[in-house]
């Protein structure tokens, strides 16, 4: 959410005028023995006082909200120590609704996100918001609080009654933007800011795990809805966009393995695409990236994948917190090489992932060594300096921007 701010020129400066007012007096003196002509010569007149120029600029322009937030979140970076950068660049959860336990952990792991599971909701809105509030360690600086509410077969607070996808599908764009507002209000109040909620994968496979969490069939159907939904929680809280570059290309399911797809990037670019340009469009503050391959563009599964955060950026314009999938669904893969949390999740920050999501698998102790570890890397190079300090600059600037709008 950068803003360019046109130079303004000079104006011009005032001209300075001189010269000579050249008059010949001529004065004839007639004598009858001699004649003599006198002339009087020319003389220059004075020059004008020089005037001062004036060369105006003017004042400068106060900084704006997005311009003071980077310039916030930069004074937090510089002066965080390696350890609360790799806190900053985590978002975890853990199985307890405790609120003790709950503030224990944000306050011992310094991590910059909680998401939401099914075992961290009580049994009411003000319960939840109640926990909510335990998280925040510091009023300055809250988390980002998540949670996966699409509405419909994917829902975790059983007092949202509200539509998903796999009815909005059928109706018009009008309908998910009203669903997706009042969805909105309702995590706000729960004390959430941030909805893993906009699916912009697209299939027609019907029998796809994915097909009833779609909003079309087809990118261009989709993207409207997807660009309504985003619309609909603009300002309430942040819309996360997922699961780049998109599942709807495999039949697979990445809960249970690395699903591969032999796409070609035109194929990507005239359907799948579409959507995720969609919601980047209307502002979607968070794009999630998927554990899914497209040897297209790369081997390894979009989340660790240099290329597709790189094309993300380049392509389609985004500039805001890149976020993985869960980094536990590689491990639950059982793919050998990725069974590691640690290297997962400096892989997947390496590779250009802003904040890094895990949850299966996670509990106190893990999340507290998850933190270490990427410490550690940090320390050692494995996980380059820049690459750490743009992450928890891009996700303290959401940060303070959520605090902004409580």
């Known amino acids: 959410m950068q803003t360019h701010r046109q130079r303004t020129g000079f104006a011009g400066r005032a001209g300075r005028r001189g010269g000579f007012a050249c008059g010949l007096g001529r004065a004839l003196l007639g004598c009858a023995a001699i004649a003599t002509t006198a002339l009087a010569g020319c003389a220059p007149e004075p020059s004008p006082t020089p005037q001062p120029t004036h060369d105006t600029q003017p004042a400068p322009k106060p900084p704006t909200a997005a311009e003071q937030r980077h310039a916030r979140a930069t004074e937090w970076v510089a002066a965080a120590s390696t350890r609360e950068l790799a806190g900053a660049v985590i978002m975890a959860s853990v199985p307890t609704t405790d609120p003790g336990q709950l503030r224990e952990l944000m306050a011992g792991t310094g991590i910059g996100g909680f998401i939401l599971m099914g075992a961290n909701v009580p049994g009411t809105a003000e319960e939840l918001a109640g926990l909510t509030a335990q998280l925040t360690v510091d009023p300055e600086l809250p988390p980002l609080v998540g949670i996966d509410e699409e509405g419909g077969l994917v829902t975790r607070l059983p007092w ?134 497209y040897p297209s563009l790369s081997l390894a599964p979009a989340s660790l994948a240099p290329e597709w955060y790189a094309l993300a950026r380049d392509e389609l314009g985004f500039d805001g917190v890149a976020v993985t999938d869960d980094l536990g669904m590689l491990r639950a893969s059982g793919v050998p090489e990725y069974q590691d949390a640690t290297a997962t999740t400096v892989a997947a920050l390496a590779a250009g992932a802003d904040l890094a999501l895990t949850v299966i698998g996670m509990d106190a102790p893990g999340v507290a060594a998850l933190v270490d570890g990427v410490t550690a890397a940090a320390e050692a190079g494995t996980l380059p300096d820049a690459r750490l300090r743009e992450a928890a600059t891009r996700v303290t600037e959401l940060r303070l921007e959520l605090a902004e709008a409580r």
């Open 160 to 293: 949202d009654t509200l539509a998903g996808a796999d009815t909005l599908r059928s109706e018009p764009p009008e309908a998910t933007l009203a669903a997706f507002s009042e969805r909105a209000a309702l995590l706000s109040a729960s004390g959430v800011n941030v909805n893993f909620g906009v699916v912009a994968d697209v299939t027609s496979a019907e029998w796809s795990f994915i097909y009833q969490r779609t909003l079309g069939a087809t990118g261009a159907e989709a993207a409207p809805r997807v660009a309504a939904a985003v619309a609909g929680e603009r300002g309430v809280v942040a819309s996360t966009l997922k699961h780049f570059p998109g599942h709807g290309a495999t039949d697979d399911d990445s809960h249970s393995g690395i699903p591969r797809t032999d796409l070609s990037l035109d194929a990507w670019r005239a359907n799948d695409k579409l959507p995720f340009a969609a919601g980047i469009d209307a502002g979607a503050e968070l794009l999630m990236f998927g554990h899914l391959s």
